[in-house]
């Protein structure tokens, strides 16, 4: 069974930082695509980065001047490194990942739970 875990959120102030981290574990083959999302109160869940087995990045959204994805492949683990926070960014952020599992059984896409990140004075 595979399972994503997020763990670095928590409650930090207008214009600090936080580094969220995701890691998978269980029966993996290969891990694929990974990305980060976010989902404010009362708003749909968006895309804020995706980053390919090979480290290239996308940032759909434009949130690339302040938050950064990077991976660990060595360690399965996605990180997203938020600065110059703002209250807006105040949401639920998941991580979401393709994996592949082992013996050709199959590449399916996994969340995790969500770390809630605020914002606010």
């Known amino acids: 069974q595979v399972q994503l875990v997020e763990s670095g959120g928590g409650l930090v102030q207008p214009g600090g930082s936080l580094r969220l981290s995701c890691t998978a574990s269980g029966s993996i083959f290969r891990i694929n695509h990974m990305a980060w999302y976010r989902q404010a109160p009362g708003k749909e869940r968006n895309i804020i980065a995706s980053i390919s087995s090979g480290g290239r990045t996308n940032y759909p959204n434009s949130e690339s001047g302040r938050f950064t994805i990077s991976r660990d492949n060595a360690k399965n683990t996605v990180y997203l490194q938020m600065n110059s926070l703002k209250p807006e960014d105040t949401a639920v952020y998941y991580c979401?990942?393709?994996?592949?599992?082992?013996?050709?059984?199959?590449?399916?896409?996994?969340w995790g739970q969500g770390t809630q990140v605020t914002v606010s004075v």
């Open positions: 979401n990942a393709d994996i592949s599992l082992p013996e050709s059984s199959g590449t399916y896409n996994y």
